[in-house]
């Protein structure tokens, strides 16, 4: 099984695929399984070199408990530790919702190393997590009441199941308020898509977004919401997938 180290954390990856390195970077909650078992490992595999990350906090990375472990340089740090150990200098990168904040901080600390960025269900702007102002994971029920607040999501029931067996105290740590990256979008110059359920609060944020970049495309999802614009690949991936195919291979 796979490790990176990142100052003395763990972190969790695998690899599939052959082609151009392409990162996927999942949402907060979730791990890395569910690029597999929503269909986007099957999509993709022929065409692109799959690294997929188990963010700190989930799946099988470390699960720190400190807020402060969850800073953004941090977690860009756990992508870039992983990319190091597989000796690759530059990638595509793919991230959903806490995946695409990570994308951002990559832009911002490691552009160096993004060949495309397509960020989905997330935007740059300041975002404030005041549903988890006062929750630390003790409480499974007040956890999943603030999840759904701040994502504005309802979870199916198989959904709360996975998300309860987890360490609910590094999930919480990891759900802290976020400052605005507005600054860097001039600065974007890779090619960029981004895509978000039509009914996701943040829909308006992300189309800003890419009218803000310079290279920045939007797609809207019709009746998605911010959960199931993540798991239904059949309508995510005829969006991204020529956009990923255009990009030259990364050197």
Same mark, same amino acid.
């Given at each position: 099984m796979p490790y990176a180290m990142n100052r003395g954390l763990h972190i969790h990856y695998r690899v599939t695929g052959y082609g151009a390195p392409l990162v996927l970077q999942h949402g907060s909650t979730s791990r890395l399984e569910a690029w597999d078992e929503n269909? @986007?490992?099957? &999509? %993709? $595999?022929?065409?692109?070199?799959?690294?997929?990350?188990?963010? !700190?906090? =989930?799946?099988?990375s470390d699960k720190p408990h400190e807020q402060s472990a @969850?800073?953004?340089?941090?977690? #860009?740090?756990? #992508?870039?530790? #992983?990319?190091?150990a597989l000796g690759l200098t530059r990638v595509h990168y793919w991230g959903y919702s806490m995946g695409g904040w990570i994308g951002f901080g990559m832009a911002a600390h490691a !552009?160096? !190393?993004? &060949? *495309?960025?397509?960020i989905g269900g997330a935007h740059p702007y300041a975002d404030t997590a005041t549903?988890?102002?006062?929750?630390?994971?003790?409480?499974?029920? &007040?956890f999943m009441t603030a999840l759904e607040k701040f994502t504005g999501a309802r979870a199916t029931a198989e959904v709360r $199941? !996975? +998300? %309860?067996?987890?360490?609910? $105290? &590094?999930?919480?740590?990891a759900m802290h308020s976020r400052c605005s990256l /507005? =600054?860097?979008?001039?600065? +974007?110059?890779?090619?960029? %898509?981004?895509?978000?359920?039509e009914q996701d609060p943040r829909a308006n944020k992300v189309q800003r977004c890419a009218a803000d970049l310079i290279?920045? =495309? *939007? /797609?809207?999802l019709p009746g998605l919401d911010h959960a199931s614009a993540s798991w239904r690949s059949d309508l995510v991936i005829p969006q991204v997938l020529p956009f990923l195919l255009e990009q030259p291979f990364p050197n």
């Open positions: 269909g @986007y490992v099957d &999509a %993709l $595999r022929d065409q692109f070199q799959l690294i997929m990350i188990d963010g !700190r906090g =989930h799946g099988q @969850y800073d953004l340089p941090n977690r #860009v740090g756990d #992508v870039i530790c #992983v990319l190091d !552009r160096e !190393r993004l &060949a *495309s960025l397509v549903a988890f102002a006062e929750i630390d994971g003790g409480d499974p029920d &007040a $199941r !996975r +998300i %309860l067996n987890n360490d609910l $105290r &590094a999930l919480a740590a /507005e =600054h860097i979008l001039p600065g +974007i110059e890779v090619p960029t %898509l981004l895509y978000v359920g290279r920045g =495309h *939007s /797609e809207v």
